[in-house]
Structure formats: structure tokens, C-alpha cells
């Protein structure tokens, strides 16, 4: 990956960022970050907002344009609108739910897999983490204070299909309480469909 591509690859992961983080990060001067991200201003692919975090001047951070979002990969995200429009159309909504649970249904299967050698609940959800980030979300943990782990996703690459079929985000919720286990408790506190800049999941023992 080129320092290009580095630097919208770790806005879109780590959200608004300074010059001198990014600088920080890239292992580059603060003028070499600073035309990096003014080069993918001027393509359209980022903004910045000046932010008062602290007193004197405002701190500029730089975050990503709608279309900057779109470079990284919505699978076939015409298509799949589409295609749930004209599933809901012939079939109706209970044919809809149909689908919806095929494919959750594929997606339990193969998580379960996936998670099969795990021994405990890190092992479990660093397991679903990276069959996540195989599938294009880009997902991380991390480990909270109090041992419980969030589950963060970066990206959403079906992201169209969820805006016009929530039930899609439905699904994955009870998806990822079924494959961890009953020894846990799953639930979601970020959310893209609600204007949040990644999906985070929240995992506890029980």
C-alpha cells in the first residue's frame, strides 16, 4: 500500500485525524502529511473540520468525504438494492425474511468454523474478528478496562443493502450472540445506520 492510500486507509480506521498524527503514523514531515491529505482534498475524497479541544487554536482534523467512503469496497451495491427491491416486490416481506435467513444461516455456518479451534471468549471473538475483516469489515478488537471486548468494525461493505433492508443489521446482531456463545452477552453501541463512522460491538461474560 502506497503512503497515499496509507493515509485515507488509516482515516477511514482511526477517524478525523491531524496532520501530525497522520505525520506520526506515516513516519513523515508534517509538510509530507499535510500534501497528502490536500492532494485527497482536491480529489474529493476528504474535508476537515477545525476542532477547539483545547485553548489557543483550533486543531484541524482531517475525515472522509461520502465519496471517500465509497473507494473502499461496497459489494455490488446497485445491484444488491436491486435485487431487495425485487425480492421484496415478487415475493413480499416474508419472502425477504427468507433470504435474510439463508444467508444468515451460510454466515453461521461459516463463522462456525471459523471458530471451532477457539478455547475461550478472546480467542472466539479475535476468531469472528478476522473472518469479518476476510469478508471486507475491517474488524479489530479491542480490550476494555473492565475485560470486556469491543468488536469494531471500520467498514461496511455491504453497507447499501443495509440502509434499504435493516434487517440485514438485525441479523448480524443475534448472528454474533448465537456463534460466541451462551456464555456472553452481545450488543451493539455504534452504529453506521445511525450516523456513527463504524459498527462497534460490545462483548461480556457472563
Known sequence: MNTADQTLFLIK?????????????????SMGARKQLEAWQEKGMLTYEDVADKPGRPSRRWLLTEAGHARFPDRHA???????????????????EKLITS????SERDYRQHLAAARNLPE???????ARSAEG???DIETQADGSLLLVENHCPICAAAKQCQQF???????????LG????????????A????CVYIIKKI
Open 137 to 139: 469489515y475491517m474488524a
Open 13 to 29: 480506521t482511526r477517524g478525523p485525524q491531524t496532520a501530525q498524527q497522520l505525520a506520526t503514523l506515516l513516519d513523515l514531515t
Open 124 to 130: 472466539r471473538v479475535q476468531a469472528l474478528a478476522q
Open 195 to 198: 450516523g456513527a463512522r463504524r
Open 78 to 96: 446497485e445491484l444488491t438494492v436491486q435485487l431487495i427491491d425485487q425480492v421484496r416486490s415478487l415475493f413480499g416481506d416474508a419472502g425477504l
Open 169 to 179: 443489521c438485525r441479523s448480524e446482531l443475534d448472528l454474533f450472540q448465537r456463534v
Open 103 to 106: 444467508r444468515e444461516q451460510n
Open 182 to 193: 451462551p456464555d456472553c452477552s452481545v450488543g451493539r453501541v455504534e452504529h453506521m445506520l
